[in-house]
């Protein structure tokens, strides 16, 4: 049974970092894609990160330049960095890892709460 268990979430003043983990019980070689979502009270999940396994990245335009997603294959662990954080970037992120036949795990969920 694959499992994905994020860790760094808390509460932060705005303009403050803070790092998300997810670590995955298996090599992250088995997955072409990992990503970041997060999800905030009454909206739909939506994607923030996402890195290829040829280490492409993308972001959306509402984090783009201030987080940062990133992987340690020795540690089979998915990073996403966050800075200057903002009010609305209070969400639950998840992070999700898409295996090579197409199939996607899911984390828990950490939530995130800047005060502003």
């Known amino acids: 049974q694959v499992q994905l268990v994020e860790s760094g979430g808390g509460l932060v003043q705005a303009g403050g970092s803070l790092r998300l983990s997810c670590a995955a019980s298996i090599s992250i070689f088995s997955f072409n894609v990992m990503a970041w979502y997060r999800q905030a009270p009454g909206k739909q999940r939506e994607s923030v990160a996402v890195?290829?396994?040829?280490?492409?990245?993308d972001y959306s335009d509402s984090v783009k330049g201030r987080f940062t997603i990133s992987r340690d294959n020795v540690k089979n662990t998915v990073y996403l960095e966050m800075n200057s954080l903002k009010h609305e970037d209070t969400a639950v992120y998840y992070c999700?890892?898409?295996?090579?036949?197409?199939?996607?795990?899911w984390g828990q969920g950490t939530q995130v709460t800047v005060s502003s």
């Open positions: 999700k890892m898409r295996t090579i036949v197409g199939y996607d795990y």
């Open positions: 890195i290829r396994s040829g280490g492409i990245t």
